[in-house]
């Protein structure tokens, strides 16, 4: 059985949701990702920060990346996938909520991500292809992550 934790990219870090949009950027060009998960006081998780959230939330309507927090564009209900989980779960909860990147947790601790990359590399082209017509198959109204 192949695991989120098999396929995920491990060493994802959390952004505090006290830390600004400018830091989190910082953050994501020293990575080389283009998302962060977000976490309260208690390392736990409660939103996904994208580059686009940072460009489009935040500087496209005049704000100042210095001055607005994480948790500030944190919305809706995070989703997860534990580490042990089978990877027909990790597509599932993609499919459903239609979202491309998605936190491993492993004993309530952020251990990966789980990105498109990170699906082509251990997937058959017909699994992939499945799983992004499920996923870019929406209303243009509806926010992808």
């Known amino acids: ?5 098999d396929i995920m990219h491990r060493g994802a870090q959390w952004i505090p949701a006290h830390e600004t949009l400018d830091r989190a950027a910082q953050l994501m060009r020293e990575l080389g990702v283009g998302a962060l998960p977000i976490s309260d006081e208690n390392e736990r ?15 496209a309507v005049g704000h100042d990346p210095s001055k607005v927090t994480a948790g500030e564009m944190a ?23 239609q979202i491309r990147r998605l936190p491993v947790i492993d004993d309530k601790r952020l251990v990966g991500m789980i990105s498109e990359a990170d699906l ?12 992004a017509e499920s996923v870019y198959a929406t209303s243009g109204a509806q926010k992808r992550r």
Do not use: F, Y
Request: hydrophobic share 40%.
């Open 1 to 5: 059985m192949t695991t989120a934790g």
């Open 45 to 59: 998780l409660c939103g996904i920060l994208t580059d686009r959230d940072i460009v489009i939330g935040c500087v």
């Open 75 to 97: 919305q809706g209900t995070p989703r997860w996938i534990d580490a042990n989980a089978d990877i027909s779960d990790v597509l599932r909860e993609m499919k459903e909520h």
């Open 120 to 131: 082509a590399r251990h997937l058959s082209e017909g699994q992939i292809a499945h799983w």
